[in-house]
Structure formats: structure tokens, C-alpha cells
């Protein structure tokens, strides 16, 4: 809220923002969540359109006094299990461990109890809106595009997530990295690319060609001035 103080600012680091208005997530048994790129998700009835609570998930992946980053669009396994694929990343832990941000993927469904099938570590903190998920594995593209939190009030939910992102394509690269869907406790990248300097919101589609490469459709843009361009996501006029 622009008319937080400071003290409220910062007090709000531990009263997240339940407004989450971007996209929706269905679970197999039928619960439908509104999804943002922060935690948590709301339950609603999609009938009445009345919530029915904050997303509780049966797990500690998370500190409770912690805020945490997540995608606002969670992918289906293209199984039969019904699983769902999305991202989390703690925010205060890389911040508070010198830099090394843990970003991870995991599986989840009816239980909500989250599996963590991915995990690397990155010296920056990515700005990461959507993923990719094929028949067998997923895809997480860290763009030179990082969260600055140099204050405690510049950071999510407490100031705005767009005057924090600072573009550093000039000096970085993107980075894809692959993992397996499988939950077997194997968490590593099965292997590591860089991309020429790029920035996406959101991943269209992803499959595996006939001669085992991954092909990913992706809406790309060579910085990320869509951010600040006239009528852009970051355009406060």
C-alpha cells in the first residue's frame, strides 16, 4: 500500500497480501485457488465467487514468518497423476545467505504436500513468471532480469515488485536449466544452457521433438523495457 509508512512497511513483511488476482490452479479433486507470483494462494467457490480461505499446504517448505516468491502459473504433469508443477523461492533466505538464492521446483496435489523435484542455486535473484513442463521434464529460465531488495521496504509485498527488478542483460546471460518430472529425490539440473540476454513473462508451450530435443515457445523480448514502456506492466500512469 503506497500509504504505509515505513514502520508499516516493514511490519508487513509479515502480513502477506492474500490479493491474488492473476491466475487460477485446480486440483483434481475439484478445489479451485487464485494464484499470484506471491504467496499465499485463496480458495474460492467457483460458483459463488466467495473465498474460502489462504492456500494452508501440509508441509515446511516455507518459513511462516518468511515471504516467499512462487509463478502464477503452476503446470499440470502431462501424466495421470494429477499433479501439479510450480516454483518457490524464499526471499529472505538469499538475502540473508549472502547472495545464494535457493530456486526450486515441486510437485503437488489433493494432499498438498509439496515435493521438491528441482533445486539450484543462484548468486541473483531471478524474476521468474512462468515455466516450462514437457512430457518428461521441466524447465526453469532465469532471466538477467533480478529482484533488488536494497532496502527492506523495496521488497515484495511490502513496496512494489516492479521498481525493485534491474535489468543486467548488458553483464548476464539467460540461464535455462532442465530437470527431470520424476520425483525420485534426484533435484540437480540434468543440464545447464545459456541463451543470449532475453526476458519472458510467459511460456506458451513445450514438448520433445522426435530426436529427444526440447522445444519451448516462449513470448521473448530482448530486455526487458516492457516493464517501463508506455502502457507496459510496470506503467503506473
Known amino acids: 500500500d503506497p500509504c504505509y509508512t515505513t514502520f508499516e512497511k516493514m ?3 509479515f502480513n502477506v497480501n492474500d490479493n491474488a488476482g492473476v491466475n487460477v490452479m485446480q486440483l483434481p479433486d475439484g478445489r479451485i485457488y487464485a494464484v499470484t507470483d506471491n504467496n499465499p494462494s485463496m480458495e474460492f467457490d467457483s460458483a459463488t465467487l466467495d473465498t474460502k480461505g489462504k492456500l494452508q499446504y501440509d508441509d515446511k517448505l516455507e518459513d511462516p514468518l518468511v515471504h516467499s516468491l512462487t509463478s502464477a502459473h503452476p503446470v499440470e504433469v502431462p501424466d ?4 501439479m508443477v510450480n516454483y518457490l523461492v524464499n526471499i529472505m533466505d538469499g538475502f540473508i545467505e549472502l547472495q545464494r538464492f535457493k530456486l526450486q521446483l515441486y510437485r503437488v496435489n489433493t494432499d498438498l504436500k509439496r515435493r521438491v523435484i528441482a ?3 543462484h548468486t541473483h535473484l531471478p524474476y521468474v513468471h512462468s515455466f516450462s513442463v514437457t512430457e518428461n521434464y521441466a524447465i526453469l529460465a532465469a532471466y538477467p532480469l533480478f529482484m533488488e531488495g536494497a532496502t527492506v521496504s523495496d521488497l515484495p509485498p511490502i513496496g512494489a515488485v516492479f521498481p525493485s527488478l534491474k535489468w543486467h542483460g548488458d ?3 539467460a540461464t535455462l536449466y532442465v530437470f527431470s518430472l520424476d520425483d525420485d529425490g534426484q533435484t540437480k539440473p540434468l543440464a545447464t544452457y545459456e541463451a543470449p540476454p532475453l526476458f519472458s513473462y510467459h511460456h506458451i508451450n513445450a514438448y520433445e521433438d522426435s530426436d529427444g530435443s526440447i522445444v519451448m515457445d516462449l513470448c521473448g523480448y530482448p530486455d526487458a ?13
Open 225 to 237: 523495457q516492457v516493464l517501463s514502456a508506455t502502457g507496459g506492466f510496470g506503467d503506473r500512469r
Open 119 to 121: 533445486e539450484v542455486t
Open 171 to 173: 553483464k548476464a546471460n
Open 80 to 83: 495421470s497423476s494429477g499433479d
Open 11 to 13: 511490519t508487513s513483511l
